[in-house]
């Protein structure tokens, strides 16, 4: 995993989203808009993505859309938080596809003391009428930097799965 080949990854989903003229929108948290970042650094991204929000903090997701009794009821470190997400962004921006990402690297969280077991992270795609939900379990003692490349790696190989 390394970001030229990550980029590498990218760049195959935007021109194939070109391609099949398909929108895209995100919600990211944890990853912090790096995701938005590498879909961006291609030409012609303009016309496939639609915008993005970065939420990290919990009233950041319910402002745009994410239910406060999903965030209650499951834990905002959950599949079901991560597929609000996702809906919430596509349904914005009226995107055919939208992504929603959360979790946590393995530190504490004081907004969520009992939210999670460190090192999970759950992403969402909503594309055709289903919303997946997947969970990451991360490895321990890596940079942060390092689990949003590995992160970002992960929705774009299940990303390239589901439009190709």
């Known amino acids: 995993m390394d970001v030229e080949s990550i980029s590498k990854r990218y760049l195959e989903i935007v021109n194939k989203l070109i391609e099949k003229k398909l929108t895209v929108s995100l919600m990211e948290s944890c990853t912090g808009g790096l995701i938005a970042s590498f879909i961006t650094d291609n030409e012609g991204s303009s016309s496939i993505f ?20 999903v965030i209650e009821t499951y834990s905002v470190y959950s599949k079901e938080t991560a597929k609000a997400m996702a809906g919430a962004c596509k349904s914005t921006y009226s995107s055919d596809i939208g992504i929603g990402v959360t979790g946590t690297f393995g530190n504490t969280d004081p907004a969520n003391p009992d939210a999670s077991v460190p090192g999970q992270v759950y992403y969402a795609i909503d594309y055709e009428g289903q919303c997946q939900a997947f969970l990451a379990e991360l490895p321990i003692n890596r940079t942060r930097k390092d689990h949003k490349l590995l992160i970002a790696d992960m929705i774009a190989q299940k990303l390239k799965g589901l439009i190709y």
């Open 50 to 69: 639609k915008g993005s929000f970065v939420t990290y903090s919990n009233e950041a997701k319910i402002k745009q859309g994410v239910p406060s009794d």
